[in-house]
């Protein structure tokens, strides 16, 4: 299995405050993902990377940024938290293509 | 309308049993097919991959593509308990970008 942990497991906040959620793979893929999942929606693309540097917005992008300063970290931050942020957070990695591996979820509660 | 529509379930079968999950999809341009499987409290996993249409077999899995009528999917062939689990489809053109079903929740009763 490719080694991506997510860190923390299980976060809950309060509306406002600032949220960093961390992703780190040890299989030197060169793309990373940030998914968030919802009943009813499924997994929808926040923030991806495609090289040290290199992010590019997803499909639901406002109110989360992302850095990737090396090849295996990639940080989501939510600069003020929103209770309609309150989710499951996965991150993924793959080195080509569309075979992604996954990590096993952020639990975040906005409060 | 969504681009990729998948029915939630639950969708509860006794074990044995022949399992059929479906998708459907509008953008004509997808190519690439993906089924992933999701255990509660994971992450999803790689279960099938398939280019373009046409079939692929792996164990007791089958995936199944008709461009044609827009339409992918799952069989499971003699169910067990251990396949429980929320079965994910996605797909994409060529950019790579995925766009994934909501998934359905699959429960096998022993």
């Known amino acids: 299995d490719a080694g991506i942990t997510q860190s923390p497991r299980h976060k809950v906040t309060e509306t406002g405050t600032p949220v960093t959620l961390r992703c780190h793979q040890t299989e030197n893929h060169r793309y990373m993902y940030w998914y968030r999942q919802d009943p009813g929606h499924g997994l929808r693309l926040i923030h991806y990377?495609?090289?040290?540097?290199?992010?590019d917005k997803g499909e639901v992008s406002d109110g989360y940024s992302v850095s990737r300063s090396k090849t295996e970290d990639f940080l989501l931050t939510l600069e003020s938290a929103t209770s309609s942020q309150t989710s499951v957070y996965f991150c993924?990695?793959?080195?080509?293509?569309?075979?992604?591996?996954f990590g096993s979820g952020t639990q975040l509660s906005v409060l | 309308q969504k681009e990729v529509e998948q029915d939630p379930g639950p969708l509860s079968v006794p074990e044995g049993a022949i399992v059929s999950l479906n998708c459907t999809y509008s953008?004509?341009?997808?190519?690439?097919f993906m089924w992933y499987r999701q255990y509660s409290r994971k992450g999803p996993e790689l279960l099938m991959y398939t280019y373009s249409s046409g079939n692929k077999e792996d164990g007791r899995f089958t995936a199944q593509v008709d461009k044609s009528s827009k339409y992918i999917s799952l069989f499971i062939r003699d169910s067990q308990p251990s396949d429980s689990a929320t079965y994910l489809c996605?797909?994409?053109?060529?950019?790579?970008?995925?766009?994934w079903g909501a998934g359905t929740k699959l429960i096998i009763k022993p």
């Open positions: 990377s495609y090289g040290v540097k290199d992010t």
């Open positions: 993924a990695s793959t080195q080509e293509g569309e075979k992604l591996f």
């Open positions: 953008n004509s341009a997808f190519q690439y």
């Open positions: 996605a797909m994409s053109d060529s950019n790579y970008q995925l766009i």
